[in-house]
């Protein structure tokens, strides 16, 4: 997962490369002004109280945690550091069998952009708890309120759960707080990238209802006729299925909220 997409030609310096939007344009206005709130206004505004606290069996005793949403400026750094370690141990191997590499310090300026938002989970204390150092840190999404070809969309640059808490459904959990962030909010859908090798993310990611992006890139048909996937895949997630604002219908078809 990354900054892979057509979201490329959007410089992460804040210069856009795209051409420029009509200032009035409400789409534009409605990324503006949501990237423009406070950090307690967002909190109040799109957060919904009810999925940051939880608890779920943990090596077979229940364990509390927590979400907390971060703008970039507001990220402390030592929890910055641990989001940046975490995504290199789990990704950067990734990133180095694509053409673009791995890159820390790209990366970091990426992390450190004005508009990008974090949802941090962490143990919260007095149960079984096994992050490093007791420090809590357990995992992370790296989001953005953009525009995309258009659409006004929350776009997920990155996801990662320390490997001791996978599959506990706490991936699942911050997806569910970012998706309904992005509801709130008001935007079109949901979107993500997901490297071709990550076939277990790929499957975790469309069993929550995400399919191929119309702006994904397309597999390459060799001369051979040989079909060579691209090394990376768009993913989104449409939250209205038309202009009344009536919701998607996928929601009926998800487990719900059992991972309490
Ligand atoms: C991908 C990732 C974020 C998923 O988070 P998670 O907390 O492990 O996933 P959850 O427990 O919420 O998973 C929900 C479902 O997906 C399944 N799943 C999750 N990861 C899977 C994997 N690698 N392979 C197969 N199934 C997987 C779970 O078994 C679960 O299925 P269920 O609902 O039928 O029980 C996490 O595994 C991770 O951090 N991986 C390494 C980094 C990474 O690949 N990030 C994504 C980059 S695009």
Redesign the pocket.
């Known amino acids: 997962?990354s900054s892979l997409s057509s979201h490329d030609s959007v410089s992460l310096d804040g210069t856009s490369k795209t051409p420029h939007k009509d200032p009035t344009d409400s789409s534009t206005n409605l990324i503006v002004q949501t990237n423009s709130l406070s950090l307690d206004d967002l909190k109040s505004r799109f957060l919904d109280s009810s999925l940051l606290t939880f608890a779920t069996k943990t090596s077979g005793t229940m364990q509390s945690y927590n979400i907390e949403l971060f703008k970039s400026s507001s990220l402390p750094s030592e929890v910055f550091d641990n989001c940046f370690d975490l995504l290199e141990a789990?990704?950067s191997a990734?990133y180095k069998a694509t053409s673009r590499g791995w890159n820390p310090r790209k990366k970091k300026e990426e992390m450190k952009h004005p508009a990008m938002r974090y949802l941090v989970l962490t143990t919260i204390p007095g149960g079984n708890d096994k992050t490093v150092g007791g420090a809590g840190f357990v995992?992370f999404l790296e989001f953005m309120i953009t525009e995309e070809e258009g659409s006004d969309v929350i776009y997920t640059y990155?996801?990662?759960?320390l490997p001791a808490?996978?599959?506990?459904?706490?991936?699942?959990?911050l997806l569910d707080v970012a998706e309904e962030f992005g509801r709130r909010v008001g935007v079109e859908k949901a979107m993500?990238?997901?490297?071709d090798s990550?076939?277990?993310?790929r499957?975790?990611?469309e069993?929550?209802g995400y399919d191929l992006d119309e702006i994904s890139p397309d597999p390459k048909v060799l001369r051979n006729g040989t079909i060579k996937p691209s090394t990376y895949h768009i993913l989104s997630k449409a939250f209205w299925t038309d202009e009344s604002g009536e919701e998607d219908g996928d929601e009926s078809e998800d487990?719900g909220e059992d991972?309490d």
């Open positions: 997962m789990n990704m990734a995992g990155e996801l990662d759960i808490y996978q599959k506990l459904g706490l991936g699942k959990r993500l990238t997901v490297f990550n076939k277990g993310a499957r975790f990611y069993r929550e487990e991972d």
